[in-house]
């Protein structure tokens, strides 16, 4: 056995040697400096050394925007090792010679390698200079060395910003006093330009900005950022604290330095007509004219037949019957005949017609009105609507297969009536059919009659929105909050042959809105829900009958209840990073406990037939740090169902699950947990496309680093990759003998919780649809009772056996998260 052991060590180092010698005989074949010349140098690398006083975030921010602003980028780098599109530029090197426009050069999939020139040096520490002073830091000092090695320069930028300059006063010059009278007020109050916040261009601007917009929303329609300057004076001795840096004041106050002093910088804001003579006049609405069945290059002055006023705006249409209702139209105008122009009321329209559903487009042109009204200019307003096609159809067939079955179909069709009852209101019926086939193995049958019915699904779901609040009382509508009224009614078939058949009722009514451009509500007052089990087969009555948590998933219930859910997502507001915060809360029973009781008044018995008492709380709370050409995501995702009284488990259609290409990607879907719990028969049988391993209770959380790699077709299409970890696992809210481990501890919750680790490829066709394939394998198994579940040391890629087991891929559609 030793010598045997000895002699395959040798053959394997043999070969070893043999792989090692081919790839630096290859490597040297497509060498990156092949063709240079004798004085030419590959620009290896640019590098930037940076010394700051902003955040960790912030400073990561800075250095890629320092990078971006380089002159001369090198070559793209895997694993900021290897040069591999320059060496598919030397394979085809004569070809591209001759031929530089070729598609793999326009694509970027094969580079010219860069030759270094040493003059850019220069104009890019110019252009850090001005970027730095952009941002505040006028005393910045940027140096650039080069170091040469084999052909190669790395090119180092060092980068000391000092300290940044904080804003000391804000000053303004008016020409106006009409102006001035009506706006220092609120532009004071307003003013984003605080003592001691840290200056930079972009500040400026966005105040810029808002002065702009908070001039116009009290009637100055004309007035513009030209009519703006601003003046820095940095001649002051002044120093002061930064109000920002939180953290840095609180660690400079641990080790004693309590002075954190910076430069500061005195804005003035003047404020001219310049050559815009109007630009200090305040407007109002004169006539508003609404057209709302207008076409594509007509002239919409001259294009109606018929008018009727409304509270003093004009409809003017083509037919006697108008398409919707002049009220729902006019629900949504905010501009008022002789009142004031206001820049809210204008974005609010426009919003509230287009977000109709009704209109391919909505415009508004406003022109000068004829006569003036005292000291207020008029303005006539004409409002234009792009009638789209009333009923919408849409159809779409997928095709899937993997672990738990060979082959899947699925069909989806739907139609939409944008306008029912004249009223914008949008009513929709879908339907759904799908199936899944699997195959006998180890069968002599022919190839076709191996294939038996998995499992099918088929289902009808309607849906109606209207664009207002429905109640039986009044309230205080506010209409810029886009306010929606949903119904939703449907029925669904699971029909699994070879086991049970459910039927799943569902129903809601409920509210939607705004409360401002970041944050959306949506509350259902009720909803129901009723399960019905049915074609129940022995095998799965057994299992039932064996195992409880199985029996009160599946039992037939009757679910009502209410929920809330708050979203707020600020994507758009910053450059660079973003949050995505989700909370739903969820309660069924209440009522049916209030009428249960009534019932046992009457009659001593209460009610005939099983409903579900619960609460459940769900959260999804994420965090996008952006750059140029990458994206780092961090997400905490799960929720708590506790259920109550009657019941001992979630209904199956509210438990949680995990596992699959939207959770821990290192199990396929529903096969993880609950908890500790493992089942090796039923993993490795058809025992695990049924039980769909569920639980009360789910944590998980994911990292992704997402970078972009190969764009084609001008941009068209991106190859994207990404690398990720995601942790977390399901569990029951009660003990049950038959799942040992599957309940919630926190004693065992370190015990419990999955890891797993991929990377993975993604399409971006056109920015509307991404194609991705995820691969993941476990780093660490709840159900491995050694090493605390940890299971590292056995990983094998070479091994064809251990990749079967534990590399699990993921195809999917859009971003994981």
Not at 45 to 64: E, H, P, S
Not at 70 to 77: A, P, R, S, W
């Amino acid at each position: 056995m030793k010598f045997k052991a000895k002699t395959t060590y040798r053959k394997s180092g043999y070969h070893g040697c043999f792989a090692a010698l081919w790839l630096v005989l290859f490597l040297y074949s497509c060498s990156p400096t092949k063709h240079f010349k004798q004085n030419e140098y590959l620009l290896r690398k640019n590098t930037v050394n940076l010394r700051t006083d902003q955040t960790y975030a912030d400073k990561g921010a800075l250095k890629d925007a320092l990078k971006s602003v380089i002159v001369q980028q090198n070559n793209t780098y895997f694993l900021s090792a290897f040069p591999f599109k320059i060496w598919l530029y030397n394979l085809r090197y004569k070809k591209f010679q001759k031929d530089t426009a070729n598609f793999q050069i326009r694509s970027r999939i094969a580079e010219k390698p860069v030759i270094f020139n040493e003059s850019t040096i220069s104009t890019s520490k110019k252009q850090m200079q001005s970027l730095l002073r952009n941002q505040g830091y006028f005393n910045a000092v940027v140096t650039a060395t080069h170091t040469t090695k084999d052909k190669e320069v790395v090119v180092q930028y060092d980068v000391n910003t000092h300290h940044g300059f904080l804003i000391d006063t804000l000053d303004y010059n008016v020409d106006s006093s009409d102006l001035a009278q009506t706006m220092l007020p609120i532009w004071k109050k307003k003013s984003l330009l605080q003592q001691s916040m840290p200056y930079s261009n972009g500040l400026l601007s966005a105040e810029r900005s808002q002065m702009v917009n908070l001039a116009k929303n009290e009637g100055f329609y004309k007035f513009n950022t030209d009519n703006i300057s601003f003046e820095l004076d940095t001649s002051g001795t002044k120093t002061l604290r930064s109000k920002k840096s939180i953290v840095e004041n609180a660690a400079n106050i641990l080790v004693g330095k309590i002075k954190n002093s910076r430069p500061t910088v005195s804005v003035t804001a003047t404020v001219k007509e310049e050559e815009n003579y109007t630009a200090f006049n305040r407007y109002q609405y004169q006539h508003i004219y609404v057209y709302p069945e207008y076409k594509d290059n007509e002239n919409f002055r001259k294009s109606y037949q018929y008018e009727q006023v409304i509270d003093g705006i004009t409809f003017r249409y083509k037919n006697k019957k108008p398409l919707v209702r002049n009220g729902v139209i006019k629900s949504k105008i905010f501009l008022q005949p002789k009142g004031l122009y206001r820049q809210q009321d204008y974005d609010n329209t426009l919003l509230q017609l287009n977000d109709l559903g009704i209109y391919n487009y909505a415009r508004i042109f406003l022109l000068d009105g004829k006569d003036s009204a005292g000291s207020l200019e008029q303005l006539n307003a004409h409002i234009i609507l792009s009638p789209a096609k009333p009923y919408e159809f849409s159809t779409n067939f997928e095709l899937s297969g993997g672990d738990l079955y060979i082959a899947g179909s699925a069909v989806n069709a739907s139609v939409t009536n944008r306008n029912m009852f004249r009223g914008a209101n949008q009513f929709s019926v879908s339907g759904t059919y799908g199936f899944e086939l699997n195959q006998y193995k180890n069968t002599d049958q022919p190839f076709f009659q191996r294939f038996y019915l998995l499992s099918q699904n088929f289902g009808l779901n309607m849906k109606l929105i209207s664009p207002k609040f429905i109640l039986p009382f009044s309230i205080n509508n506010n209409r810029s909050a886009s306010p929606k009224t949903v119904f939703t009614i449907g029925v669904n078939y699971l029909d699994r042959p070879a086991y049970f058949r459910l039927r799943n009722i569902n129903s809601s009514f409920g509210y939607v809105w705004k409360s401002n451009n970041w944050t959306t509500w949506q509350i259902n007052p009720v909803f129901i829900n009723t399960l019905h089990l049915s074609n129940i087969s022995d095998s799965f009555r057994v299992r039932m009958n064996q195992v409880q948590a199985i029996r009160n998933s599946y039992q037939e219930n009757f679910i009502e209840g209410e929920n809330v859910e708050f979203i707020h997502n600020t994507e758009g507001r910053l450059p660079h990073r973003h949050t995505y915060l989700r909370l739903g809360l969820e309660e069924a029973g209440t009522l049916m406990r209030g009428v249960n009781a009534i019932a046992k008044a009457a009659n001593d018995k209460g009610l005939s037939f099983n409903y579900a008492n619960y609460v459940r709380l769900d959260f999804d709370a994420r965090q996008y740090f952006k750059s140029n050409n990458a994206t780092f995501v961090l997400r905490m995702y799960g929720g708590v169902g506790i259920p109550y009284g009657n019941s001992r488990t979630l209904p199956y259609i509210k438990q949680y699950f995990v596992g699959g290409a939207y959770s821990i990607r290192g199990w396929a879907p529903r096969l993880l947990g609950p908890g500790s719990y493992y089942n090796p028969a039923a993993q490795n049988s058809q025992d695990r496309i049924f039980i769909d391993q569920s639980g009360d209770i789910k944590l998980e959380w994911n990292a992704e680093y997402r970078f972009k790699m190969i764009q084609l077709f001008a941009g068209a299409i991106g190859l994207n990759g990404a690398v990720f970890a995601d942790a977390g696992n399901i569990w029951l809210a009660q003990q049950d003998p038959n799942l040992p481990g599957a309940s919630f501890r926190f004693n065992a919750l370190w015990q419990d919780i999955a890891l797993s680790t991929g990377a993975g490829l993604r399409a971006d066709i056109g920015g509307f649809l991404i194609l991705r394939a995820d691969w993941a394998f476990p780093l660490k198994k709840p159900y491995v009772p050694y090493n605390s579940g940890w299971v590292i040391e056995g990983i094998d890629f070479g091994s064809k056996e251990w990749r079967h087991q534990n590399i699990n891929l993921n195809i999917g559609i859009g971003m994981p998260f």
